[in-house]
């Protein structure tokens, strides 16, 4: 490993906190509706638990509500049980070969909790980029101590993967205050 090798890998795992956070924060509900809410829910196809996704087309009816429309007929009661059971808080009903799937409005009490998950999603975000930072510097002082890289190299590349953290914990800041305005919008 080399000293662009330790700098190049923290980028790439930072990067990958950054995709984690944008997915979990995805899941958080806001007060309109949006298809994310269901993209983790399971559904029993032929034996296999099956992403939703791939057995229903899932679309927006409106602002409040989303359509689920099964591939197969004889999956419209299996898919909305398992809409259901996801414990989402989403009460569908089926109407005919579509599933309609309201959003009920956040209360005020809601929004709240769920900036606290917004909050704390971002807080182990800043925690494993630090953690990635922090092994970053572990082996760069291997290098340093393997008489791999210079002090110079070594000091330099550390201030470089502080400048990256600070660059992501700051993305990580922003996606929080993005989040939280969507959540608290009435």
Request: net charge neutral.
């Amino acid at each position: 490993m080399t000293v662009v090798d330790a700098k190049k890998t923290a980028d790439q795992k930072m990067q990958k906190s950054i995709e984690t956070l944008k997915a979990d924060l995805a899941k958080v509900r806001t007060g309109r509706a949006h298809t994310g809410i269901l993209d983790h829910v399971m559904v029993e196809y032929y034996g296999n638990p099956t992403n939703l996704t791939q057995v229903a087309n899932v679309t927006l009816v409106d602002a409040r509500t989303i359509g689920v429309q099964p591939f197969e007929k004889k999956m419209v009661a299996v898919v909305e049980k398992a809409i259901r059971d996801a414990d989402l808080g989403l009460n569908p009903s089926t109407q005919g070969e579509m599933i309609r799937v309201p959003t009920p409005p956040l209360t005020e009490e809601r929004r709240k909790e769920m900036v606290k998950l917004v909050k704390s999603e971002a807080e182990d975000a800043k925690i494993a980029i630090r953690n990635i930072r922090r092994d970053a510097n572990e082996s760069l002082k291997k290098l340093l101590k393997e008489k791999a890289c210079s002090e110079d190299d070594e000091r330099r590349a550390q201030d470089e993967i502080q400048k990256l953290t600070d660059k992501f914990v700051l993305e990580v800041d922003k996606m929080v205050v993005e989040k939280e305005k969507e959540v608290l919008t009435v």
